[in-house]
């Protein structure tokens, strides 16, 4: 079973400008998460898909951060324009049912903004 | 925020010997995660728990999900150089529908 996808592993940008960031989650799995890891914490929510539906994003900075899922398979995760507090590795998980918790992880895009 | 509370920050063993973490809220969690995430990699689960009083046990680790609800523990026995790394717990806070994390727990094992 293929694991959880994200590209790209590493960018580097400057401030005020813009970046996206793709996950593709494993196959048939509903539910699909938006994690921000600033460096030395814990991974810390974004927004939480449920097929093409946004069940969370409570906690994403939607002045400058935006993300879909338009087809309920994989989704992008945009940052317009960056800061440098942006800097961060990005991570995507994916869960197989709506409110099941046993989610799997993708290796993360680490965000420069300089 | 952060809902968890997890303890120590850090750690630093001797190669065999065994070790014991743990994480706290102040409200009432449905489940019990724990993850490693080795560095530029992300977290991957280690045990899951879904019944308070569950004890769950995957090779040399062992978690216990809290009788109240509001505590989770995790050890490692007879720790081995690549069980360093970041330890991670999580949890579905009740009538919360997401996964919320501790700040972790960085685990050095010397040969």
């Known amino acids: 079973e293929a694991g959880v996808a994200q590209s790209p592993r590493y960018k580097i940008i400057e401030k005020r400008q813009s970046v996206a960031f793709w996950c593709n989650p494993i196959s048939g799995h509903a539910t699909l998460y938006w994690y921000q890891q600033i460096l030395g914490q814990g991974p810390k929510l974004l927004i939480q898909?449920?097929?093409?539906?946004?069940?969370?994003d409570s906690q994403l900075p939607k002045d400058r951060f935006s993300a879909e899922r338009l087809k309920g398979v994989d989704s992008t995760l945009k940052i317009q324009p960056a800061k440098l507090e942006d800097s961060a590795v990005y991570l995507c998980?994916?869960?197989?049912?709506?409110?099941?918790?046993?989610?799997?992880f993708g290796q993360g895009t680490r965000l420069t903004v300089v | 925020g952060q809902q968890l509370n997890q303890s120590p920050q850090s750690m630093f063993i001797q190669e065999g010997e065994d070790v014991s973490m743990n994480c706290t809220s102040s409200?009432?969690?449905?489940?019990w995660l724990w993850y490693k995430q080795d560095p530029g990699e992300g977290p991957v689960l280690l045990i899951a728990?879904?019944?308070?009083?569950e004890l769950t046990s995957n090779g040399r680790l062992t978690a216990q999900f809290g009788i109240t609800r509001k505590d989770s523990f995790l050890n490692i026995s007879a720790s081995i150089p690549s069980d360093v790394g970041i330890y991670f717990c999580a949890g579905q806070p009740s009538g919360v529908n997401d996964m919320r994390f501790g700040a972790g727990t960085r685990l050095t094992v010397k040969p």
């Open positions: 898909f449920q097929n093409n539906g946004v069940v969370d």
């Open positions: 409200s009432i969690f449905n489940t």
């Open positions: 998980a994916s869960i197989l049912g709506p409110s099941g918790t046993e989610a799997f």
């Open positions: 728990l879904y019944k308070a009083g």
